[in-house]
């Protein structure tokens, strides 16, 4: 009887000892991942901010793309205007002699007769040479009564008058497209008449 219950006595012992050792084990393994845990937070906050960063970054970088993009559209499209603008100069300017033809052989013509085939039909071309031109931005300066303005005539003589720096006549015709000028028109200016006493003086021989 003595000799059977030994083992038993054995088992149950070595059963709790197994059961403490599990216990312990799993002690260990949840003390373990609890410390993973609390050093775990520390990295997934950091990673939390750099994401941000990245983010904004990225957004920055997208929102100076869309500027730039923005501006190379703005520029190419000036730079198409400018060069469209610089074509019509060209082509008009070219085209200014051809016109100032025209026109004299209409003033030629109308010498002759005032009406007639000739003359209209150089009425006529004229007329349509300058509506044609004048869709593109071409207007004609006759300044004949205006101020004179350096900017848009050439004085190419002068004429006294009861009145000063007034356009006479215009010789020649100007012309600009919108804003820019092509050609200043060529005008006789008035001067002033001067005074028999002041010109008496400019003739008196020097004392």
């Known amino acids: 009887m003595l000799f059977r219950s030994f ?3 054995k088992a149950s012992e070595a059963a709790g000892s197994s059961t403490d050792l599990d216990e312990c084990s799993h002690e260990s393994v949840d003390s373990g991942e609890a410390f993973k845990e609390d050093e775990s937070a520390p990295t997934l906050q950091a990673k939390l901010v750099h ?3 990245k983010s904004e970054g990225l957004q920055s970088k997208y929102v100076r793309a869309l500027a730039d993009l923005d501006n190379l ?13 610089r074509c019509r100069v060209q082509i008009l300017e070219d085209l200014l002699p051809v016109l100032d033809a025209f026109k004299i052989g209409l003033e030629e013509a109308r010498k002759i007769e005032s ?14 040479l300058e509506s044609t031109l004048g869709g593109y931005g071409l207007t004609c300066i ?3 009564g205006d101020k004179f303005d350096p900017k848009l005539h050439e004085a190419i003589g002068y004429e006294e008058s009861d009145e000063e720096d007034v356009v006479l006549k215009t010789i020649r015709s100007g012309y600009r497209m ?6 200043p028109a060529s005008v006789l200016v008035s001067q002033k008449k001067r005074s028999e ?7 008196s021989p020097c004392n």
């Not at 009406?115 to 349509?128: D, I, K, L, R, W």
């Not at 919108?178 to 050609?183: E, G, S, Y």
């Not at 006493?197 to 003739?203: F, G, I, V």
């Open 7 to 9: 083992p038993d006595e």
């Open 51 to 53: 994401a941000y960063e």
């Open 73 to 85: 559209r703005k520029r190419s499209a000036r730079d198409r205007e400018e060069a469209v603008k």
């Open 115 to 128: 009406e007639g085939p000739v003359v209209n039909g150089f009425s006529m071309a004229v007329s349509q």
């Open 142 to 144: 006759d300044a004949t």
């Open 178 to 183: 919108f804003d820019h000028l092509l050609r």
């Open 197 to 203: 006493e002041h010109t008496s003086e400019l003739q």
